[in-house]
T-cell receptor, first 116, second 112 residues
Framework: DTGVSQNPRHKITKRGQNVTFRCDPI?????LYWYRQTLGQGPEFLTY????????KSRLLSDRFSAERPKGSFSTLEIQRTEQGDSAMYLC??????????????FGPGTRLTVT | AQSVTQLDSHVSVSEGTPVLLRCNYS??????LFWYVQHPNKGLQLLLK??????LVKGINGFEAEFKKSETSFHLTKPSAHMSDAAEYFC??????????FGKGTRLHILP
């Protein structure tokens, strides 16, 4: 069990540029989640996948944001035309459809985005 | 709708004294409740979880929490604080749809 990994760990970009982040979940986990965490706040839910299907998207996920999980394994989160307000830590988590379900999510270290 | 309220944004205790971090929740269903810890520049780590079994839940590093349905609370405690406990702690509620909601966090300061 290598845990959830995220790349890159840090990203600095200029306003208006596009960025893409990658998340590799724990291998046997079929659920994958994206969160955003700003300074002094708890993580806020963005979206989640069950296998390759994107089942829910938060209203926080504007049209500039898109997430994919094409083969039900790793996922990417893309932000187009970045704005300074997008500066945050982007967290990925994964969980398994255990029976009984525990809804326990395992988090990656996050990708810190700074938009200048 | 579910929500979680962490009653203190900062808590300071002296090393060796008890820790109490307070959390109240609201949920339409029987919730699952968690406490996560986040050390600086590190990922979120699960401390403990409540999933409708025993109401007193023991976690890692000597932490425990008690689920009190009548008070809608899930406070985190530790008998004796250690310097390494200094971190941000998040109370989390999850309903049957597997969507989790984080509280705003409580920063725990340990005084020498």
């Amino acid at each position: 069990d290598t845990g959830v990994s995220q790349n890159p760990r840090h990203k600095i970009t200029k306003r208006g540029q596009n960025v893409t982040f990658r998340c590799d979940p724990i291998s046997e986990h079929n659920r994958l989640y994206w969160y955003r965490q700003t300074l002094g706040q708890g993580p806020e839910f963005l979206t989640y996948f069950q296998n390759e299907a994107q089942l829910e998207k938060s209203r926080l996920l504007s049209d500039r944001f898109s997430a994919e999980r094409p083969k039900g394994s790793f996922s990417t989160l893309e932000i187009q035309r970045t704005e300074q307000g997008d500066s945050a830590m982007y967290l990925c988590a994964s969980s398994s459809d255990d029976r009984p379900p525990t809804y326990e999510q395992y988090f990656g270290p996050g990708t810190r985005l700074t938009v200048t | 709708a579910q929500s979680v309220t962490q009653l203190d944004s900062h808590v300071s205790v002296s090393e060796g004294t008890p820790v109490l971090l307070r959390c109240n929740y609201s949920s339409s269903y029987s919730p699952s409740l968690f406490w996560y810890v986040q050390h600086p520049n590190k990922g979120l780590q699960l401390l403990l979880k409540y999933t409708s079994a025993a109401t007193l839940v023991k976690g890692i590093n000597g932490f425990e929490a008690e689920f009190k349905k009548s008070e809608t609370s899930f406070h985190l405690t530790k008998p004796s604080a250690h310097m390494s406990d200094a971190a941000e702690y998040f109370c989390v509620v999850s309903d049957r749809d597997d969507k989790i909601i984080f509280g705003k966090g409580t920063r725990l300061h340990i005084l020498p």
